[in-house]
């Protein structure tokens, strides 16, 4: 449910993929499809080892890809006309809008402020529920050999009435000091 309150316009938009499907079935050949569906599932793979992109919802565009190429190659197997497409699509902007609309009024999902620092990514998320005050948590993620990969290690509540600077992040080893970033600690383990 998240993944819906935090992309409801990204998940209305999901009903555009057999319309693109239909695109790329009449503007290249099978090859070349395949080639463009391999290439999008293959960069799904990380997802199985817990990383994730950089760039954010860049999963669910790959998806939204590799559903798009994967429904031009069903059409290449055949002679197929534009109707059912629509309906298919008709279909899916009905089940799409009821999501993207619950998705809306279950709250929102904002990144308040983030740090790069050491290795790690810090961020300051704000989750605002339909009623309520918001929860506030401190996210740190280590970023992969290859720069472009992120891992969420530990999320952290922020529960601090102190207004204390320090956020220990007891399971990863780290303490982060979010009035003066640069002075933030990997503490060695035993």
Known sequence: MSY????????????????LGWFLHLKYTPKV???????????????FTGYSYVLNNAYGYLSYISLAAGYAYFLTKGEYK??????????????????????GFLGSITVEKEWRLKGYRVTYVKDQGFAGSPLLTYQLSKYGMIPIFVKEIQVKRDDDTTGSCWIEFDQ??????????DSS???KRR
Request: aromatic share 16%; glycine share 10%.
């Open 4 to 19: 819906i309150v935090e992309h409801s316009g990204f998940v209305l938009l999901l009903f555009t993929f057999p319309l």
């Open 172 to 181: 990863a080893g780290f303490n982060f000091n979010k009035c003066s970033p």
């Open 33 to 47: 499809i395949v080639i463009i569906l391999f290439t999008a599932i293959g960069l799904l793979l990380p997802v």
């Open 82 to 103: 534009f109707a059912p497409t629509g309906i298919f699509s008709l279909i899916l902007f009905l089940f799409c809008g009821v999501l993207a609309f619950m998705g």
């Open 185 to 187: 600690v990997v503490v």
